[in-house]
């Protein structure tokens, strides 16, 4: 059975820190580049980063530059997301899809490229 389960989200303080992990089972992990995307109340979901089959090559959206850093542990079939110097506006709930594009357009076309997708972990930046 294929999945793509992610945890780690919850509320944290303007300025905190959060780590998201998402563990993959049911397909071969190693061949398929990960993303993490998130979609806010009312808003588009949005690509945050991309991470390759190997991690060789990696995306980060301009608004989690510098803050944000993805990584992958092929060993575990799991992907991390360590979220640092949140926002408010990092709040929404964030997925976890495998795709087999190149980072930067798995992370550009949320909507077509992705080919499998988790359930989803709320985030929420709030004092």
């Known amino acids: 059975q294929l999945q793509l389960v992610e945890s780690g989200g919850g509320l944290v303080q303007p300025g905190g820190s959060l780590r998201l992990s998402c563990a993959a089972s049911?397909?071969?992990?190693?061949?398929?580049?990960i993303g993490w995307f998130r979609q806010a109340p009312g808003e588009e979901r949005e690509g945050v980063s991309c991470?390759?089959?190997?991690?060789?090559?990696?995306h980060y959206a301009d608004s989690v530059e510098g803050r944000f850093t993805i990584s992958r542990d092929n060993a575990k079939n799991t992907v991390y997301l360590q979220m640092d110097s949140l926002k408010p506006e990092d709040t929404a709930v964030y997925y976890c899809?495998?795709?087999?594009?190149?980072?930067?357009?798995?992370?550009?076309?949320?909507?077509?490229?992705?080919?499998?997708w988790g359930q989803g972990t709320q985030v929420t930046v709030s004092s």
């Open positions: 899809a495998a795709g087999t594009h190149t980072v930067q357009s798995l992370c550009r076309n949320p909507l077509t490229y992705p080919d499998y």
């Open positions: 049911g397909f071969n992990f190693d061949t398929y580049a």
């Open positions: 991470i390759s089959t190997r991690g060789y090559n990696i």
